[in-house]
């Protein structure tokens, strides 16, 4: 294809106390394949050295806006304001991107018709810098309806929110729900975006994922918060349905028990509740209903028969 008709995307980078990670990220997005039109760096009030590290890279046509203060919601809304790209992709400043990405994702926006977004997979690193990235074929690739994206996360698949390159018009006027998810707004965010035509899912590991101590992740103290997880939850239901004959709704009953476990088990406010309040609460709020629980329930049973003898076999090795 034609490199002219391929579509100009621009990478926007929000910012806060990052200045030992913020330097290889940058390094990551000036080295793709195919150039982005704009790398623009939002920095959202840091303490650090985070602006100077990223004045170093002015040279190379990134280019850096400050906001006077930190606030972590008011920040999404100038990231809006920013994107002017016909798309725009919304990295993190702590992770790393694959060489070929937006190579890829430019030909398979080229190739899907109505495509809003474009999401990856990604693979988890304590040190991604040490670790060699990972063979790719853009062939390994779907075009997804909101609901069927929604089944795909719902299921497990590694989406991280960075990877979303965004049509920016979509961008502009999908709400972001702050107050109802908080710290989780990303996966209903990038629904509703694809809720607009559909999603182009790259299969493979395009972004190498930062874990470590500072990530706002591992921040419990901001959240996710009880009313916001059960919100997510709702938020899947409402998008999957409880049909045993669509493939959202079979994947909503298989998974929404043991989805719900997990969230309470990472929960630190629960205010003393077990796990059956727990999932009466979820029941109550919508995000579960007792068919979802008990088909749920018996999955996770039959499912971890097998787990178990694999482990033991394990063992006995």
């Given amino acids: 294809m034609n490199r002219s008709l391929l579509p100009e995307i621009e990478i926007l980078?929000?910012?806060?106390?990052?200045?030992?990670?913020?330097?290889?990220?940058?390094?990551?997005?000036l080295a793709q394949q195919r150039s982005a039109c704009r790398i623009c760096v939002l920095d959202n009030g840091s303490t650090d050295d985070t602006a100077a590290v990223v004045s170093k890279f002015r040279s190379r046509?990134?280019?850096?806006?400050?906001?006077?203060?930190?606030?972590?919601?008011?920040?999404?809304?100038?990231?809006?304001?920013?994107?002017?790209?016909?798309?725009t992709m919304l990295f993190h400043d702590d992770d790393l991107l694959h060489p070929l990405y937006l190579n890829h994702a430019a030909h398979a926006i080229c190739k899907t018709s109505g495509s809003t977004v474009v999401v990856s997979g990604m693979r988890i690193y304590s040190e991604p810098e040490q670790a060699g990235w990972s063979e790719v074929d853009p062939r390994r690739c779907a075009s997804d309806t909101a609901a069927q994206l929604a089944a795909?996360?719902?299921?497990?698949?590694?989406?991280?929110?960075?990877?979303?390159?965004y049509?920016?018009?979509?961008?502009?006027?999908?709400?972001?729900?702050?107050?109802?998810?908080?710290?989780?707004?990303?996966?209903?965010?990038?629904?509703?975006?694809?809720?607009?035509?559909?999603?182009?899912?790259?299969?493979?590991?395009?972004?190498?994922?930062?874990?470590?101590?500072?990530?706002?992740?591992?921040?419990?103290?901001?959240?996710?918060?009880?009313?916001?997880?059960?919100?997510?939850?709702?938020?899947?239901?409402?998008?999957?349905?409880?049909?045993?004959?669509?493939?959202?709704?079979?994947?909503?009953?298989?998974?929404?028990?043991?989805?719900?476990?997990?969230?309470?088990?990472?929960?630190?406010?629960?205010?003393?509740?077990?796990?059956?309040?727990?999932?009466?609460?979820?029941?109550?709020e919508g995000a579960a209903s007792r068919k979802s629980l008990r088909i749920g329930c018996a999955y996770a049973l039959l499912t971890g028969v097998p787990r178990c003898i694999e482990r033991l076999t394990r063992r006995l090795v």
């Fill in 167 to 284: 049509r920016t018009d979509v961008l502009k006027r999908t709400p972001l729900c702050l107050e109802t998810f908080g710290k989780v707004f990303d996966r209903p965010f990038v629904l509703e975006a694809a809720r607009d035509g559909r999603a182009v899912v790259l299969l493979d590991s395009y972004v190498k994922y930062r874990s470590h101590a500072c990530q706002d992740s591992a921040d419990t103290s901001t959240g996710p918060f009880l009313p916001e997880v059960l919100a997510l939850q709702r938020c899947y239901r409402l998008f999957l349905g409880e049909s045993a004959l669509s493939r959202g709704g079979r994947s909503f009953l298989r998974r929404n028990y043991r989805n719900l476990v997990c969230d309470f088990a990472r929960l630190r406010q629960t205010d003393g509740m077990t796990r059956q309040q727990f999932l009466a609460t979820a029941v109550a």
């Fill in 13 to 29: 980078v929000l910012t806060y106390n990052r200045q030992s990670l913020i330097g290889a990220t940058l390094e990551s997005l």
């Fill in 61 to 87: 046509g990134v280019e850096l806006v400050r906001r006077g203060s930190n606030d972590p919601r008011a920040c999404w809304i100038d990231l809006k304001e920013l994107a002017r790209g016909p798309w």
């Fill in 152 to 165: 795909r996360l719902y299921r497990g698949f590694q989406m991280p929110f960075c990877s979303v390159i």
